[in-house]
T-cell receptor, first 112, second 116 residues
Framework: RKEVEQDPGPFNVPEGATVAFNCTYS??????FFWYRQDCRKEPKLLMS???SGNEDGRFTAQLNRASQYISLLIRDSKLSDSATYLC?????????????FGKGTTLSVSS | DTAVSQTPKYLVTQMGNDKSIKCEQN?????MYWYKQDSKKFLKIMFS???????INETVPNRFSPKSPDKAHLNLHINSLELGDSAVYFC???????????????FGQGTRLTVV
């Protein structure tokens, strides 16, 4: 089983649509969870951290289910500017030097 | 004001050459990384350093040698470049985990290496 698995997509949605991305991780001891966004030919950038209680940032909502080892990202009212690759990211150990483990990313294309 | 900066941004070189990529962060982080993003866009960890000490050394050919002269710098030297080394190499940094500390990683702009 891959460490972090995501549906690669692509997800092609019209502006204004709601879209959900899912992700599963294999290491049940994983400590921290994130969604990153990567635009074409750019570096990955943090979109939001994911907390056990779920968290929201504007149109974006992230949820974590530790029992199922499942992370989700919901984007409401999609904008053209949301088109990017969304990376599910896990920090497996809470130790200095531990690297973030990235999923392969889910591609979102929002059209007018 | 760039938080994590790496140079060069583009690198085109012939097979067999030796090249270096430099990375510097001004965030005061103790931990730095090198990631490789291949043609399929998969980001894979190569090395991590914490306060100049090598922590992670994934299955990477020993032609790749990281060097950390201080905790703000992590350079990557590649010997005898091969066609398969063509990829985008990202440097990143993060804080040491601790209570209330966010361990998100900040990335440099990437170095697009093309070996011909």
């Amino acid at each position: 089983r891959k460490e972090v698995e995501q549906d690669p997509g692509p997800f092609n949605v019209p502006e204004g649509a709601t879209v959900a991305f899912n992700c599963t991780y294999s290491n049940s001891a994983s400590q921290s969870f994130f969604w990153y966004r990567q635009d074409c030919r750019k570096e990955p950038k943090l979109l939001m951290s994911v907390y056990s209680s779920g968290n929201e940032d504007g149109r974006f909502t992230a949820q974590l289910n530790r029992a199922s080892q499942y992370i989700s990202l919901l984007i409401r009212d999609s904008k053209l500017s949301d088109s990017a690759t969304y990376l599910c990211v896990v920090n497996p150990y809470n130790q200095a030097g531990t690297a973030l483990i990235f999923g392969k990313g889910t591609t979102l294309s929002v059209s007018s | 004001d760039t938080a994590v900066s790496q140079t060069p941004k583009y690198l085109v070189t012939q097979m067999g050459n030796d090249k270096s990529i430099k990375c510097e962060q001004n965030l005061g982080h103790d931990t730095m990384y090198w990631y490789k993003q291949d043609s399929k866009k998969f980001l894979k960890i190569m090395f991590s350093y914490n306060n100049k000490e090598l922590i992670i050394n994934e299955t990477v050919p020993n032609r790749f040698s990281p060097k950390s002269p201080d905790k703000a710098h992590l350079n990557l030297h590649i010997n005898s470049l091969e066609l398969g080394d063509s990829a985008v190499y990202f440097c990143a940094s993060s804080q040491v985990p601790g209570k209330g500390v966010n361990t998100e990683a900040f990335f440099g702009q990437g170095t697009r290496l093309t070996v011909v």
